[in-house]
């Protein structure tokens, strides 16, 4: 099995920043493809970001630009960096990674507000 552990949620104001970390273990296949969705009240899950072992990325196009995701292939780790939040962006946010199946952490809230 594999276990994806998030942290770094949390209330921010709108135009802040927050960075959300992922740690992989267990079974976890060092070349998975990880990233982050997300899943805002009465809305579908819906994909932030990914990046594969060699660092590229793929973003949701109405992201790109306030959310910057990385990883750190030693400590089987993903991160997101956000920027600017909005309400907009309150949702709780799921880690993710893909080798032969999806693989998700339990998630982390995220709440934007003044």
């Known amino acids: 099995q594999v276990q994806l552990v998030e942290s770094g949620g949390g209330l921010v104001q709108p135009g802040g920043s927050l960075r959300l970390s992922c740690t992989a273990s267990?079974?976890?296949?060092?070349?998975?493809?990880m990233g982050w969705y997300r899943q805002a009240p009465r809305k579908q899950r819906e994909r932030v970001a990914l990046i594969t072992v060699d660092g590229s990325t793929m973003y949701n196009d109405s992201l790109k630009g306030r959310f910057t995701i990385s990883r750190d292939n030693a400590k089987s780790t993903v991160y997101l960096e956000m920027n600017s939040l909005e309400s907009e962006d309150t949702a709780v946010y799921y880690c993710?990674?893909?080798?032969?199946?999806?693989?998700w952490g339990q998630g982390t809230q995220v709440t934007v507000s003044s």
């Open positions: 993710y990674s893909f080798w032969g199946k999806d693989y």
């Open positions: 267990g079974n976890f296949e060092r070349t998975s493809t």
